[in-house]
Nanobody
């Protein structure tokens, strides 16, 4: 059974750092390009960062050099190191395949991990 599990979210003060983890069980990321997404209530998911199977990284404009995405070589874990968190970073964060090309199927979505940034 394929499962993605996100962890690391919590309540933090503005300016603090967090490291999110994404662990795959029942599968490995393999040759898939992966991404972190975030969602606020009533809003669509937005891509935060992507890391390709070749370890090429991209970031949303709002990241502004504050986050670093990475994945392990084994292909079952992915991370998002977040620095200088802002109140507007308060979202539920999810990991999954990079769906932006439109021709990739997602893994089953995990529960996500909630980040709340307070001022």
């Amino acid at each position: 059974q394929v499962q993605l599990t996100e962890s690391g979210g919590t309540v933090v003060q503005a300016g603090e750092s967090l490291r999110l983890s994404c662990t795959a069980s029942g599968t490995r990321f393999g040759g898939k390009d992966m991404a972190w997404y975030r969602q606020a209530p009533g809003r669509q998911d937005e891509v935060v960062a992507t890391v390709s199977h070749a370890f090429t990284r991209t970031y949303a404009t709002f990241v502004n050099d504050r986050f670093t995405i990475s994945r392990n070589v084994v292909g079952n874990r992915m991370f998002l190191q977040m620095f200088c968190l802002k109140v507007e970073d308060s979202h539920v964060y999810y990991c999954n395949t990079d769906l932006q090309s439109g021709d990739v199927e997602p893994f089953p979505w995990g529960q996500g991990t909630q980040i709340t940034v307070v001022s």
